[in-house]
C-alpha cells in the first residue's frame, strides 16, 4: 500500500489518485494520517483498498501533500551509517550505532521550503526512514520487519556550525530546528518494494547529483538497528527512525559548499519518490521571526 497526507487528511494512493480513507470507509477509519503508520489499522487499509476504484477518486496533487507522519513521538537518527561517509567525515567505521534525536517539530512536508534565516552552513542529507508500527523492545533482528509500518524518504536538514560548535559538539538541535526534517512525498508498506533491504537512494541541488548509494551499503542494516535500539528504548507506533545519510554532503566537499537562498534540494528514494524543498533565507532558523 502507498499512502499520502493530503490536506491534513489520510489517504490512499491507488494509480496516482488519492481515496480519502475516513470518506472511503464512511467514517469508520480516521481522517489522521497517523493512522497509516499503525500496523493495526493495515487490513482494515487492504480491505478498503481492495474494494476501491480510483476512478472515483481525485488526481494527487503535489501541492497538497503534507508529511505522511505529521507527528511522530520521537525521531531517531542515525549518525554513520554509510562506509562512505564515516570516510569523507574523517571518522573511524564504527564498531556499534551512534544516534542522534530529531525533535519532532522538524517534520514538514516534501515540497516545503526551508527557512533558514542568516545561516551560512546548512546542508542536505538523503536518508531512508522507516516508521515504527508497533510498540516493541527487545527485538530479535530477524522478526524487525514485523514492526515497521511504512518506508519513506527523509531529509536531515543540518545546521554544520551549530552541529560543530565547540566545546560540546549540539548535533540534537542542529538537526531539529522547524523544517528541518521533510518527509514523503508518500509512505510505502515494506511489501510495495523487491527488497526493502537495497534501495536506490540519491540527492541532487539545483539538478546536480551529490549523493548517490544503495541501503545495501549501510554497516548497520534496519535488522540491526531495530534490536540494537530496541534494546534501550520502547518503539512507540509513529517513530520514526532516519537511518543515515551515504558519502557526498555539502561539508565534504572541497571546497565545503553549504545551501544558498533558492536551491533547490531533491531527494529521492527507489520504490517512494522525489521530494523538492527550496532553500529561503531571511525568515525562520534563529531569527526569533515566524508563525508562533
Ligand atoms: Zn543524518
Redesign the pocket.
Known sequence: MRFANVSGRACLVLDGRAVDIAEASSGALSSDPMMTADLANHPGLQALAAAMDPADWPELRQADLGPPVPRPGKII??ALNYRGHAEEAGLAIPSEPHVMAKFPTCICGPYDDVPIGALDMVDY?V?LVVAIGRRCKGVAGKEAWQYISGLTCGN?V?DRNEQFRPPVRQFSLA?SYDAFGPIGPTMITPDEVADPNDLALSCRVDGELRQQARTSDFIFDVHYLMAWLSRYVTLEVGDLI?T??PGGVGDSMDPPTYLRDGQVMEVQVEGIGTMRNRIVAGSGAGTGAGEG
Open positions: 537518527a542515525m542529507e536518508e536531515d543540518s538537526k532516519f543515515g545519510t
